[in-house]
């Protein structure tokens, strides 16, 4: 099987090719000592370097008669299918422990419109864990919960399909359950100079944040059930592509441009492509949910959004005022969870996440 190499100058699982699922999780520390954090981050990378590799967690899934194994197993036959494991802190990671959070991390504003459950929401640090297979994603997030006893526990977690974004133009671009194409005018994971202006923070520091970048999570519902009655042509002049080609309002095919004139005036499109928001940009790598249904007989679905930043107060915080004042979509969705949280560069061999913070 494929390897994503766990080592580098970013994290892996920002720009390196989407994976086809998706398993979040938001844990909440349980002590207030930095040095008892930095340990469990320093097991952490280790064990998501073995993981990464197709290895076992520890000594194994097997060993000594009378102890509990130190991995749980269920992915000894399997390949590490793509496994990428990433990891933030939030704004109440550094209250806790008393630590200078970065500048651009705070917590974020109020939207019209949303309904937040803060039992899906916040968090100290979160792990997105992603790879092709979804016994290899819940098998990373639950051998690292395992590993977190007594210092950190589940807050809430998050599990996704269908990569409701593509990464680089030679693949099919995946469509999201409104059933459009999603991540057509995305950035590109090779294109550098893109990444280098609107994903990595640079010189601006602070020094551990060199390489990384700031990821908003928001579990977006779809109202799937009214989207469902909606004529074609309204669902269309919504976002403000065509169904089944993706094609933008005044282009004939997928990748054509994006004149924003050419787009209805509420529409998806238009509000968010960079023609309207003074050129900036976001890396998007969102995944569907479907967690069951409610009372009334509704799916509960929808759009697990993440996007990646140089700085939330450019990227997601003035995109999402926009969408959240105009934006046709909103009939139809609802954001229903969110997080905000600071990627640390990438790891070197030796060395742990977030290890110069400590
Ligand atoms: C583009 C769907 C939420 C930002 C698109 C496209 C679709 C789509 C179908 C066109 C294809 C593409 O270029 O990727 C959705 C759905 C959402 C949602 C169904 C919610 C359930 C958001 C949110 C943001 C956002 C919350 C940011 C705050 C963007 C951006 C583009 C885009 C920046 C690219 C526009 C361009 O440059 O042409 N979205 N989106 N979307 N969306 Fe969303």
């Excluded at 005044?250 to 924003?260: L, S, T, Y």
């Excluded at 959004?305 to 046709?328: H, M, N, S, V, W």
Aim: proline share 7%; net charge positive.
């Amino acid at each position: 099987g494929e390897l994503i190499p766990f080592y580098g100058p970013h994290q892996s699982g920002i720009a390196t090719p989407v994976q086809e699922r998706l398993q979040f999780a938001a844990f909440d520390l349980s002590t207030a000592s930095p040095a008892r954090v930095a340990a469990l981050l320093k097991v952490w990378t280790a064990a998501a370097v073995r993981m990464t590799a197709a290895q076992e967690v520890g000594r194994g899934a097997t060993g000594r008669a009378t102890a509990p194994p130190d991995d749980s197993g269920e992915t000894l036959d399997l390949d590490a299918s793509r496994l990428t494991v990433t990891v933030g802190f939030g704004p109440s990671f550094f209250t806790r422990l008393n630590l200078r959070a970065p500048g651009p991390l705070k917590e974020l504003p109020a939207f019209p419109g949303e309904r937040l459950d803060p039992a899906r929401s916040g968090g100290d640090i979160c792990v997105q864990a992603c790879a092709d297979d979804p016994q290899v994603t819940v098998h990373a997030v639950r051998n690292l919960t395992r590993l977190a006893a007594g210092t950190a526990t589940l807050r809430w977690s998050q599990s996704g399909f269908g990569r409701a974004a593509s990464s680089s133009r030679s693949e099919k671009t995946p469509r999201n359950l409104m059933g459009f194409k999603d991540g057509t005018n995305n950035i590109a994971i090779h294109d550098r100079d893109k990444l280098a202006r609107h994903v990595w923070v640079g010189d601006e520091g602070p020094e551990w944040m060199y390489g990384g970048s700031y990821m908003v999570t928001r579990r977006i519902r779809m109202h799937l059930d009214l989207w469902d009655r909606t004529p074609l042509r309204q669902q269309e002049d919504t976002i403000g592509r065509t169904k089944r080609e993706g094609a933008p309002y005044g282009g004939d095919e997928e990748f054509d441009p994006v004149r924003i004139h050419a787009l209805p005036p509420r529409s998806h499109v238009r509000l968010a492509h960079p023609d309207s928001n003074d050129g900036r940009r976001i890396l998007r790598r969102g995944y569907s949910y479907s967690d069951g249904n409610d009372s009334r007989g509704r799916l509960d679905a929808g759009l697990f959004f993440i996007a990646y930043q140089r700085d939330p107060e450019t990227g997601f915080i003035p995109l999402q005022r926009q969408l959240a004042a105009r934006d046709a979509l909103n009939r139809y969705i609802q954001h229903v969870g969110s997080g905000v949280w600071a990627c640390p560069g990438g790891v070197r061999r030796g060395s742990f996440w977030g290890e110069a913070l400590f």
